[in-house]
């Protein structure tokens, strides 16, 4: 039988089975082929149609069936490892692919490891800060208990508690002023003195009403429940609300004492300078602070009936500046 029959009639035999055969399989098994030709033409010349013929064919054939499905194991291992391979690398292929190519699935269960391990940090980090905190609490404690002296300062500091201590709201302004007074000790028994002129007072918490500008002195003297006694004292600046009275326009020095001079009141002035004068510039008469003019000249003469002009300049004691000027008729 040629090599070729053989070949066919293997194909022929596995005609559905599909393999895929290396080529230099192939070349392996027709070499076979021709080693054990020689034994199959001898038995064929010897008994054409005989037993030993078709034994030897069967028994070439299971060889190459043989030979083959070995073949066919071994490249199904290899394909099989192949792909556990090829899975894993997908594995950690996905690992390196980026979030976006993900699935859904895949995008959550990363998202999950992710936040298990931050809250497994953060839960981590808690208890360092925990021991941490511990730690400096007992150290402070530990301070605290070998400083005998911070301990007796501060028992001395609770213990040693004011007996007068004065509040006083508000402690300035302009006349009239109203004080409120408190004393915010733990003394029972209060005098309260203010230095204007008025008398003092035990009223537990008095409000006093300065009326004239200038600085005072209040003064607490408090006695506690052991009859210890204790003095405070605060001051109160009072300023002087300045002002100048409406300026007369006429006067008639006649002596009848009826509007017989040129006057006009002013409260909390600190200095003041005045000039009454003709309609020539003539200075005729002047005056500094509070004063008044009776119709007479400088040298004393009784000026002429007739229209006079002032200008009166001043400076309150709060600082407030003023400067009035007019005319004034003068009749007699």
């Keep these: 039988?040629?090599?070729?029959?053989l070949e066919d009639l293997?194909?022929?035999?596995?005609?559905?089975f599909e393999a895929d055969v290396n080529p230099n399989v192939w070349k392996n098994i027709k070499a076979g082929i021709k080693e054990g030709d020689s034994g199959v033409l001898a038995k064929f010349k010897f008994n054409k149609i005989g037993v030993n013929a078709i034994v030897a064919i069967v028994s070439s054939v299971a060889a190459i069936i043989g030979t083959l499905l070995v073949m066919n194991l071994g490249s199904s291992n290899s394909d099989k490892s192949k792909a556990v391979n090829s899975e894993n690398n997908s594995v950690v292929d996905k690992k390196a692919v980026p979030s976006q190519q993900l699935s859904a699935d895949e995008k959550a269960k990363s998202v999950k490891g992710n936040k298990e391990e931050q809250n497994t940090s953060t839960v981590q980090n808690i208890n360092k800060s925990l021991i941490a905190t511990e730690q400096?609490?007992?150290?402070?404690?530990?301070?605290?208990k070998?400083?005998?002296?911070k301990i007796n300062s501060i028992i001395n500091t609770l213990s040693d508690e004011p007996v007068a201590l004065i509040n006083a709201s508000p402690i300035g302004g302009t006349v009239p002023l109203f004080v409120n007074l408190s004393n915010k000790g733990i003394g029972k028994t209060n005098?309260?003195?203010?230095?204007?002129?008025?008398?003092?007072?035990?009223?537990?918490?008095?409000?006093?009403?300065?009326?004239n500008p200038g600085i005072y002195t209040?003064?607490?003297?408090?006695?506690?429940s052991e009859g210890k006694v204790s003095i405070d004292s605060v001051e109160v600046e009072v300023t002087g609300n300045s002002s100048i009275s409406s300026i007369p326009t006429e006067f008639?020095?006649?002596?009848?004492?009826?509007?017989?001079e040129f006057v006009f009141k002013s409260q909390f002035i600190a200095n003041m300078t005045a000039v009454i004068f003709d309609k020539n510039g003539n200075i005729i008469y002047t005056w500094e602070g509070e004063g008044k003019w009776?119709?007479?000249?400088l040298k004393g003469k009784n000026v002429k009936i007739g229209t006079y002009f002032y200008l009166i300049s001043a400076v309150g004691i709060d600082g407030k500046k003023f400067e009035q000027k007019g005319s004034i008729n003068l009749t007699r």
Excluded: C
């Excluded at 293997?10 to 559905?16: A, G, H, Q, R």
């Excluded at 070998?146 to 002296?149: S, V």
């Excluded at 204007?196 to 009326?211: M, R």
């Design 218 to 224: 209040v003064t607490l003297t408090s006695t506690n």
């Design 1 to 5: 039988m040629k090599n070729n029959n």
């Design 146 to 149: 070998n400083d005998k002296q």
């Design 191 to 211: 005098k309260w003195t203010f230095n204007d002129g008025k008398k003092s007072t035990t009223s537990a918490n008095p409000v006093h009403v300065f009326e």
């Design 294 to 297: 009776d119709g007479k000249d």
């Design 10 to 16: 293997f194909k022929d035999s596995f005609e559905n």
């Design 252 to 260: 008639s020095p006649n002596g009848d004492k009826i509007n017989d």
């Design 136 to 144: 400096k609490t007992d150290n402070k404690v530990v301070n605290v």
